[in-house]
């Protein structure tokens, strides 16, 4: 290993883990100790770490409040090192981190809010694409719906919460008191996406999540609506099926249509 | 405003040994970093700013909001792309899939120059978002000047350094940061940032002189200058860029304009942001200064 790679491994180690042996090559300046000086980069590691997942979840911060944030924010960042050049996605393993880790894991919650706010970002700066109008859908004849198969806009994601997460999230960005935390016997079915430039989500009923999940993996219009019959009144289900479809091509959630071949 | 002459990509140049373009990049007047605080307010009213700096990691992104805004502001002002995460002199692997990242983005915006800071941000598969020093060794420097021409070819154009604040030196250090900055950039061919507010920050940390610093540089190869407000801790300069530019700082702008002539500057927030009228006063005065040190620009060219 070269002096330089030698020398850099052990600043980071310094900085990462508080190991010293930098310190040796390292002079005392004219006004200072080598320790204070080093100490600027230490310091700085962590604080600017948490101060990007601050920016991330801005919610979760609230809840928690500065104190609790602060040392979550402390052990996330010791517990996973930043691997992307891009401060971007630091975060990303914050959900997870929260389900997984004592003493955070028994707050559901926590993890459900991070989820949110973190498919929020997600959508924020996804992928553009163009969506399809409610004209486009008119071109295709009424034979033809049976087959005609649906791509979901890059930005939607599908999220299933164990807790009122969401309404935590709403009276957070209210403003306004947080409703207990509850876990919830059914899932909260949530659909997040990107309207214009603006992230945004809302709760799916059993049945309309069942037929978004099953329609983003490719199932044809038809096989959709024979398993909404099986949901609710089998003589409705195509109209709630088209229902459904309307809704998702006028708030921008679907990008492509195709005809069966 | 847009005085500049756009730095075409050669996809030639990308090819292995060719040189990269190495045309000084043009003058491009007084502007300001760009920060999703003063979007709107940019767009609707179209600032009497030359030209914008924009942090390149905050638009290689895979779409939406911020990209759809770069480009608007890019059909409007000159752009330079300014990087924090090249980490140019690590000694870990360089890492292409950030390079192309940085340059689809550069495909997009079409900037006037790339630039990033001489520093290291990790090894070992880790980044620590720092801008981190090391020693001003032959050994460095060679493996810097490596780099250097390496991230050239793969981008097909000469890339822009700069110098940043430090806080520590190293023992084995066998020359100064200048001596290190002229030579880098005399071998690679890469253009100099001179950050004025980093020169003052080092000089004040390791207790010598800024103006040696301003004296050592090569005046021909520095093509931007930052400037940017500072902590002061008593013992040693934290470079926070949360405060305005100090009188020290604005003293010695006039100073490295006197030695380097008119050079492309911002200024540069990234906390504790004010409103843009604010900040604007800044660039007047890097504007005010230049005009009353330096012959007019048409005299000039």
């Not at chain 2, 692997?93 to 800071?117: C, K, M, T």
């Not at chain 2, 940032?193 to 800024?210: E, I, K, Q, T």
């Amino acid at each position: 290993m070269s002096d330089l790679a030698r020398q850099q491994s052990d600043f980071q180690r310094g900085i990462l883990s508080g190991d010293d042996s930098i310190l040796a090559e390292i002079p005392d300046s004219p006004k200072e100790k080598r320790e204070t000086l080093f100490g600027v980069y230490r310091n700085a590691y962590t604080s600017r770490l948490v101060e990007a997942m601050g920016n991330d979840h801005k919610l979760l911060h609230i809840y928690l409040g500065d104190e609790m944030f602060d040392a979550m924010g402390h052990a996330y960042v010791a517990a996973n090192p930043s691997q992307n050049p891009n401060l971007r996605w630091f975060s990303s393993s914050l959900p997870d981190f929260l389900k997984s880790t004592e003493p955070y894991s028994k707050y559901p919650v926590l993890s459900d809010l991070a989820e949110l706010e973190k498919a929020l970002n997600d959508a924020f700066d996804a992928k553009d694409a163009p969506s399809i109008e409610v004209a486009d859908m008119a071109g295709f004849a009424p034979e033809a719906w049976v087959d005609l198969t649906f791509r979901a806009h890059p930005s939607a994601i599908r999220l299933d919460l164990t807790t009122n997460a969401s309404a935590v999230w709403l009276a957070l960005k209210a403003d306004e008191e947080p409703p207990d935390a509850v876990q919830l016997e059914q899932p909260s079915r949530l659909l997040v996406w990107r309207q214009d430039v603006t992230p945004v989500f809302r709760e799916l009923a059993a049945e309309e999540a069942m037929m978004w999940d099953e329609a983003a993996n490719g199932i044809p219009f038809g096989v959709l609506c024979s398993m909404l019959a099986t949901y609710d009144d089998p003589d409705s289900a195509a109209a709630r099926g088209a229902g459904y479809l309307h809704g998702w091509v006028t708030a921008g959630l679907l990008t492509g249509v195709s005809g069966g071949d | 405003m847009n005085v500049a002459r756009q730095l075409p990509i050669s996809p030639a140049a990308t090819r292995a040994g060719t040189p990269v373009p190495s045309a000084k990049p043009p003058f491009l007047g007084f502007g300001l970093g760009l920060r999703a605080q003063h979007y709107d307010e940019i767009l609707s009213s179209n600032p009497p700013i030359d030209w914008f700096e924009v942090i390149s990691e905050n638009y290689m992104l895979p779409g939406g909001q911020p990209l759809r805004i770069l480009d608007q502001i890019r059909a409007r002002y000159p752009v330079v792309m300014h990087g924090v995460s090249l980490s140019i002199a690590s000694t870990a692997p360089p890492n292409f899939e950030y390079l192309s990242g940085l340059r689809d983005l550069a495909r997009r915006v079409e900037p006037q120059w790339i630039s990033d800071h001489l520093c290291w941000t990790g090894v070992h598969g880790k980044n620590l978002h720092d801008l981190l020093p090391f020693p001003y060794t032959r050994e460095a420097l060679d493996h810097v000047v490596n780099r250097v021409q390496l991230v050239q070819e793969y981008l097909g154009r000469a890339i822009v350094l700069e110098n940043v604040s430090t806080y520590v030196q190293f023992n084995n250090s066998e020359m100064t940061e200048w001596e290190f900055l002229a030579e880098l950039s005399r071998r690679s061919g890469c253009w100099l940032l001179f950050d004025v507010n980093n020169v003052y920050v080092s000089a004040f940390n390791h207790g010598y002189d800024p103006r040696t610093f301003l004296e050592g540089v090569p005046a021909d190869r520095v093509v931007q200058f930052h400037m940017a407000g500072h902590s002061h801790m008593g013992t040693h300069i934290i470079d926070t860029h949360d405060h305005p530019v100090c009188e020290d700082v604005w003293e010695l702008y006039a100073a490295a304009l006197k030695r380097f002539g008119r050079v492309s500057t911002i200024i540069e927030r990234d906390d504790h942001i004010p409103p843009l009228d604010e900040i604007l006063v800044e660039v007047e005065r890097t504007r005010e200064i230049a005009n009353s040190i330096l012959p007019p620009l048409a005299a000039h060219a």
